[in-house]
């Protein structure tokens, strides 16, 4: 048996495949070695008696993951996967790789992440380019749930939430300054905390408040990591992750301004990841 996983930085999804190709699903929380060590990998996985159920029988676990883009930061998450499934081979590779294969129709594209962070990669079957760096929440992650969701925080706290905004985020969340500051500053995983007021942003996404904002991000976010490409004009572009059907609306405004053919969004990308490596990676061992 083998387990093909993808992982953002709020949830993972699993999916095992036995010998005649027969698929299970199962979740847990996404894993980022940024944010979490080898141990803290391991304590969660063993809290999911259903995966757990499956350690003597799974050989090879491939896992792609938000963080995973150097040896160091792999390892923190192979050794928390191989501390529980002992005696499975371990391949640990960058959430990038896995839209890349996720959305490949044959021909080169440009692969976009838009979830709790946001990346991109070209692709064109053989190669993976990444032409700029993620810079994660801090410095970069434009057009993603931390990105929108700092705005909306910050808008919270220097009082800039029009009263109807104002009313409705304090019955929802009921939140001091002082819950919000420990939340980005002293609680593990700061992203996954900002990102998690996207729910918000999305309900009221047509109010005039969030609506050119929502716009102006995702095009910026285009302008970095869609336009560096130099023919992005001419290749299809492929978004995958949550937020970006949520806001699909507002991607594909912010695509019509600069020119830019989105070809597909899609929410949840490990089946199209699952069918590539049926098709490309374990077709031999799936005969």
């Not at 009921?174 to 918000?200: C, R, W």
């Not at 991607?251 to 929410?267: F, Y």
Request: glycine content about 6%; charged content about 20%.
């Amino acid at each position: 048996m083998i387990f093909i996983i993808e992982s953002g930085s709020t949830k993972s999804d699993w999916v095992l495949v036995d010998d005649k190709s027969k698929q299970t699903f199962y979740n847990t929380i996404g894993f980022n070695p940024y944010f979490h060590s080898a141990e803290f990998v391991s304590s969660e996985i063993k809290k999911n008696k259903e995966i757990i159920g499956h350690v003597s029988s799974v050989k090879k676990i491939f896992f792609y993951g938000a963080g995973c883009s150097s040896e160091k930061m792999n390892n923190k998450i192979e050794r928390g996967i191989q501390s529980v499934f002992k005696d499975a081979e371990i391949f640990v590779e960058h959430d990038l790789l896995a839209c890349a294969f996720a959305t490949y129709e044959g021909e080169p594209g440009i692969s976009c992440i838009i979830g709790t962070g946001s990346n991109s990669c070209h692709f064109d079957g053989v190669n993976l380019n990444e032409e700029v760096p993620a810079l994660g929440y801090v410095l970069g992650d434009e057009g993603s749930g931390s990105y929108f969701g700092k705005f909306l925080l910050s808008s919270f706290l220097y009082h800039k939430l029009p009263s109807d905004l104002l009313k409705d985020f304090q019955e929802t969340y009921a939140l001091t300054e002082a819950d919000i500051v420990s939340g980005v500053y002293q609680k593990e995983s700061p992203n996954v905390f900002i990102a998690s007021f996207m729910p918000f942003v999305v309900k009221h996404k047509k109010h005039k408040f969030f609506n050119n904002v929502l716009v102006k991000g995702l095009q910026h976010f285009m302008e970095v990591h869609v336009c560096c490409y130099k023919d992005y004009l001419d290749t299809p572009v492929h978004f995958v992750g949550s937020l970006s059907v949520l806001l699909e609306d507002e991607l594909r405004i912010a695509a019509d301004n600069l020119g830019i053919e989105i070809r597909s969004v899609t929410a949840k990308p490990i089946q199209n990841l699952v069918d590539y490596h049926l098709k490309y990676i374990l077709k031999n061992e799936m005969a």
